[in-house]
């Protein structure tokens, strides 16, 4: 008898901290629309042929996204950065990369992604699909985005992934200079 209410008891407890349990507890608590806030960090780097290359990040940006706790492909993303506030630390870098050699900031002040797909991949990470443009050139990219903490009202992600620049009309130093540009992003949201 003793054994026939340990097992029960003892299946019950297991189910509580099973892995659906923690994700659907976790999407729970995460769903919800958010800003996009100052304090992220959007970093990036370009290789070059036998080491270095250019690294920096971006001070400006805005965007908002919605998590839906029921069908996270129903989730969204809309992010907009400003190619005028790239910064690497270097003026005479940051100026070439606002010229029309680069991102032409004058003539296109922003450059933007819309998620089309999101699919989550393990508990806490998702593969986001979407459309970037950027010089008037709109072209599909993937983030990879792992959930890296959140409280009751802020979320944290961080945002992996790699984008060709001859896409967008960026390839100017090719082949010295890698045409992949990688992304390493620390994406705090605020729930609005």
Do not use: C
Not at 41 to 49: A, E, K, L, N, Y
Not at 135 to 153: E, I
């Amino acid at each position: 008898m003793l054994f026939s209410t340990l097992i029960p008891a003892g299946l019950a407890a297991l189910l509580a901290f099973s892995p659906m349990t923690a994700r659907a507890d976790t999407l729970s608590d995460v769903s919800g629309r958010y800003n996009i806030q100052p304090s992220s960090r959007v970093g990036f780097t370009v290789t070059q042929v036998g080491g270095g290359g250019i690294a920096g990040n971006f001070k400006k940006f805005s965007g908002v996204f919605s998590l839906n706790s029921s069908d996270i492909s129903r989730s969204t993303i809309s992010f907009t950065l400003y190619p005028e506030s790239v910064s690497t630390g270097q003026a005479r870098v940051e100026s070439f990369l606002r010229s029309d050699a680069v991102f032409d900031s004058a003539n296109f002040p922003t450059i933007t992604f819309k998620s089309t797909q999101i699919k989550q991949t393990s508990a806490d990470t998702a593969e986001v699909a979407g459309i970037l443009t950027a010089r008037g050139k709109s072209s599909p990219a993937n983030f990879q985005a792992n959930l890296a903490d959140h409280g009751k009202n802020s979320i944290t992600f961080r945002v992996q992934g790699k984008v060709m620049r001859s896409r967008y009309g960026m390839d100017v130093g090719t082949p010295i200079y890698s045409n992949v540009v990688q992304f390493d992003m620390m994406i705090r949201g605020q729930r609005s």
